[in-house]
């Protein structure tokens, strides 16, 4: 069985990568911090997500195939607006790439 939870924490957006840190993990809950960075070279697809258990998430996809699940956002548009605008400019497509009223982003990983 594999449960996953919540972590509360921070997201930073930079120009060249995305970052989260908590102070908790999904593991132990205390103890350990949890730490992840992504370079936007490395991101494929990003989408707004919303269901009944997580209203306001964003799917990031990397070119690995890994799923990451940023949810629980207080500003959820501006911050997926944001994360839009530096993979635009990192990868050299201008906003217009957006599909779908600018919910989902697809990068193109073979591009």
Known sequence: MSL?????????????RMCFHSYFNDKTIFGKETIFSIPFSNISHIQKKSNVFVPNSISVQTKEGK?????????????????????????????????????????GVND
């Open 67 to 107: 799923e990451i699940f940023i949810t629980s956002f207080m500003y959820r548009d501006q911050a997926f607006d944001l994360i839009q605008k530096q993979l635009s400019s990192v990868n050299g497509r201008s906003a217009d790439s957006r599909t779908n009223s600018g919910d989902q982003m697809n990068l």
């Open 4 to 16: 996953k939870i919540l972590i509360q924490g921070r997201l930073y957006v930079t120009s060249r």
